[in-house]
């Protein structure tokens, strides 16, 4: 069977079209990956999961994927932190990509199928250089190896700019030493020539380390061929990154070779502000996971169009009377409500699994058309741009169904009623995988979720085993009025009792955090 037809959104072209892999039902992939010289931060995430998201909703269409992420482990930011710290380059570099995975597999971000390095292609790197300087498209001087601009009318159309405007703007950002080399102002460098205590290695023009945008035109060629599919990256990468990554593998490999599309996620903004450390609203992983947990952030982030720009809001708290500029705490409320909205999803499965467990999925047959809808509503919205939100809408009807059906659907002919619980139990999870969400069993995701907030709000769960043991003699005794009023004890002590099939138990009420 065919995968399903996908319109996206182009960044190059400006508009959505259908989505043409080269091959059919297959998908070459290339999303640019950090450049780690520093713990991951809640941007990094964003990224990572806006084009998780994307290669899950191609897999859940029936597309074929080959997902490749970059190292860029050669650079200047990762020189100059190992040379403040008395570090190897590379080796500062590896400690963070491993911190880099074990951060992003945490908020369900799947592991690429390739992770190429700088460190480990630079013969493609200079393999592609040769070409371009053999094409009139590179000069050499004093060892460094320059693209030329001007030998390629093309650039600028990624980031929409005429290459007068982009020269402009180049020439008031060039430095002397620069100018004397260069023959233009917007040339860009492919080889840097060595410089005392960077890593360098042996070219045709000596010694030296490649410049930062030819590593993806030699990584994406590499390992998915001059031409391929889909080109990602955040929008602060269409200028100048990817529009170098352009002109240098078209320059290389023709006019009509390298990406097919192109896409870009938006900006992640913080009360109308950039991120930067300098704001103060750099938020590291493990800070998002003790508040909240790992998958409230993903829930919150696909809750949103990839494409649409993210308010994130937080409350920084300045309580401390020593030093009254120090931030002691901060609260993220977007994130409690969408860690709340997590838990009814997963309540909803809770109360699905038991239900099916008690009496089976009903067999063959037909369900009702309410149960049948999400699963297409779902394919319909992730073929249309990838469009989270509407996935997120029709998983939300679906729960609300599948609700309803647990509440009230005692009139219904029961194998029915099984069936469709039993379906959209299957289906709630199966769309929500293509978000990356659900993937948790619902009593583990409840009892890590209970353990956070009893932390955090300080109930004594002693007394709440107490309180629960009591009931339960109480119940057993038949005396039903005690029952009731531990029940209310638990209750104002912000505790919800759980009767389930497989016994008592209990979770945090929804209130405030």
């Known amino acids: 069977m065919s995968a399903h037809p996908v319109r996206l959104y182009d960044s190059l072209r400006g508009e959505k079209v259908p ?8 998908v070459g992939m290339y999303v640019c990956g950090p450049t780690p010289y520093a713990a991951a931060h809640i941007g990094h995430v964003y990224s990572a999961v806006c084009f998780d998201t994307i290669r899950r909703g191609l897999v859940f269409l029936g597309y074929q994927v080959k997902y490749v992420r970059n190292i860029t482990d050669v650079d200047d930011k990762i020189i100059n932190r190992a040379r403040e710290t008395g570090q190897d380059p590379i080796a500062l570099s ?22 190429p390095k700088v460190s480990t292609h630079i013969a493609e790197i200079i393999d592609i250089t040769k070409k371009l300087v053999d094409n009139g498209k590179a000069y050499v001087t004093d060892g460094d190896v320059y693209f030329e601009i001007a030998t390629f009318p093309p650039y600028g159309r990624l980031s ?3 290459i007068d405007k982009l020269l402009a703007n180049a020439s008031e950002r060039i430095s002397d030493g620069e100018r004397d080399k260069k023959r233009g102002p917007g040339d860009f460098a492919l080889w840097k020539a060595a410089k005392p205590g960077e890593p360098a290695w042996d070219s045709p023009w000596g010694k030296g380390r490649p410049g930062w945008h030819i590593e993806c035109s030699a990584m994406s060629a590499t390992h998915l061929g001059e031409t391929f599919d889909l080109h990602g990256g955040g929008k602060d990468l269409v200028f100048p990154h990817h529009e170098n990554e352009i002109a240098q593998s078209q320059g290389a490999h023709g006019v009509e070779s390298f990406a097919r599309h192109w896409m870009h996620n938006g900006f992640l903004n913080f009360d109308g502000e950039k991120m ?8 590291s992983c493990d800070q998002i996971a003790r508040k909240v947990g790992t998958e409230a952030l993903r829930f919150y982030f696909v809750s949103h169009h990839y494409r649409s720009p993210i308010n994130f809001e937080y409350i920084a708290h300045k309580d401390d009377p020593a030093d009254p500029e120090r931030v002691t705490d901060v609260d993220f409320p977007s994130l409690e409500a969408a860690d709340r909205r997590l838990d009814y999803f997963y309540t909803t499965l809770r109360r699905i699994d038991d239900f099916v467990a008690q009496g089976g999925d009903g067999g ?10 999400l699963a297409p509503a779902a394919r319909d919205a992730i073929a249309d741009d990838f469009n989270a939100p509407v996935v997120m809408a029709a998983l939300s009807e679906g729960a609300r169904v599948a609700n309803r059906l647990l509440d009230e659907g005692k009139g219904l002919d029961k194998g029915m009623r099984r069936r ?15 978000l990356g969400i659900f993937g948790d069993d619902p009593v583990a995701y409840a009892r890590a979720r209970r353990a956070r907030l009893v932390a955090k709000r300080g109930i004594d769960t002693a007394r709440v085993e107490a309180l629960l043991t009591a009931r339960a003699d109480a119940r057993k005794a038949k005396d039903f009025a005690r029952a009731d009023e531990i029940r209310g004890e638990l209750t104002a002590l912000g ?3 759980l009767d389930t099939p497989a016994g008592t138990d209990w979770r945090i009420s929804d209130g405030p955090d």
């Open 19 to 26: 989505f043409e892999p080269v091959v059919p039902d297959h």
């Open 94 to 115: 590896k400690h963070f990509t491993d911190e880099y995975n074990a951060d992003m597999a945490r908020f369900s971000v799947l592991p690429p199928d390739v992770e």
């Open 160 to 162: 929409g700019q005429t």
């Open 276 to 283: 930067s450390r300098s704001q103060g609203n750099v938020f």
């Open 364 to 373: 063959e047959g037909a369900v009702t058309p309410e149960a049948e809808a």
């Open 420 to 434: 469709s619980l039993a379906r959209l139990g299957r289906d709630l999870r199966a769309a929500g995988w293509a």
């Open 495 to 497: 505790v919800e009792v």
